[in-house]
């Protein structure tokens, strides 16, 4: 078995063992308010960074210690559009109160939960927790699994960012009329990079969508082949977590 599929089934044996008090979080997800909007975030002049707090990863190891608020609200002030939260903690060192932290330490940009969400109630946990939006794995979410998924982030009013790794996850991605897609150049099964083939991929993306380069990201260059294959935003998580000048970084990125 791969990475994607051994984390999935430790998720929902996670789940089973120790189902979250659905109850509560409906409650605390709807007291929120409105959610701030992602897709629109995204919608702007240049390309747009989702910018990433994320302390450590399978492939890469321990990557940077970070305060989560302040990394958040950096990213805010140094002009990303959006800020990503990885929660998962045994492989990437993230939490649930991470998210908190970081929704409350920003103004308007929105806040994406990314881990690996199979369960509706998990969207509800991420909405309860502060998440403007939740990143959805096409290739974790088969029969029915992703419909129901996506239904439920809307009944939350929760954006999407739906990540696809093949030919076959963008189609059914493309099937649901998901809005922002995101390419990730990293397999999650056998963790190998391969840029040219989320190149490839992003370029089949109808104008319509708004397409999300993910992993592999790392200078001006490669944002720029990232636009001319058609994304409008690139997500990125190691190269600002090591960088010296995380502003710098940002707005050498977004082109500012």
């Not at 189902?19 to 701030?36: H, M, N, S, T, V």
């Not at 302040?70 to 002030?77: H, T, V």
């Not at 881990?115 to 794995?137: K, W």
């Not at 996506?150 to 998901?178: M, Y």
Request: aromatic share 2%; proline share 4%.
């Amino acid at each position: 078995m791969g990475f994607l599929t051994e984390k999935n089934a430790e998720v929902r044996r996670a789940l089973a063992a120790s189902p979250p008090d659905e109850a509560g979080l409906i409650q605390r997800a709807f007291a929120r308010g409105p959610a701030r909007p992602f897709a629109d975030a995204l919608r702007r002049e240049g390309m747009a960074v989702i910018a990433e707090v994320k302390r450590s990863s399978p492939s890469a190891g321990r990557i940077a210690g970070a305060d989560a608020a302040g990394r958040a609200a950096l990213y805010e002030s140094a002009g990303a559009a959006a800020i990503s939260v990885l929660t998962e903690s045994e492989h990437f060192g993230g939490s649930l109160a991470d998210l908190e932290a970081a929704a409350e330490a920003t103004t308007s940009v929105p806040v994406l939960r990314k881990d690996f969400l199979l369960e509706p109630v998990q969207l509800t946990e991420a909405r309860a927790s502060g998440a403007d939006a939740v990143l959805l794995i096409s290739a974790s979410l088969r029969g029915g699994a992703l419909a129901e998924m996506l239904a439920a982030a809307r009944e939350l009013g929760l954006g999407v960012l739906l990540e696809t790794h093949s030919t076959d996850d963008l189609e059914r991605a493309l099937e649901t009329g998901a809005e922002v897609v995101g390419v990730n150049a990293r397999d999650l099964e056998t963790l190998e990079v391969d840029v040219e083939r989320a190149l490839d991929m992003l370029r089949s993306l109808p104008s319509d969508r708004i397409g999300v380069l993910e992993s592999g990201v790392s200078e001006a260059a490669q944002v720029a082949a990232a636009a001319q294959a058609g994304a409008r935003a690139v997500l990125v998580g190691e190269a600002l977590m090591r960088a010296a000048d995380p502003t710098a970084k940002i707005r050498e990125l977004g082109g500012t």
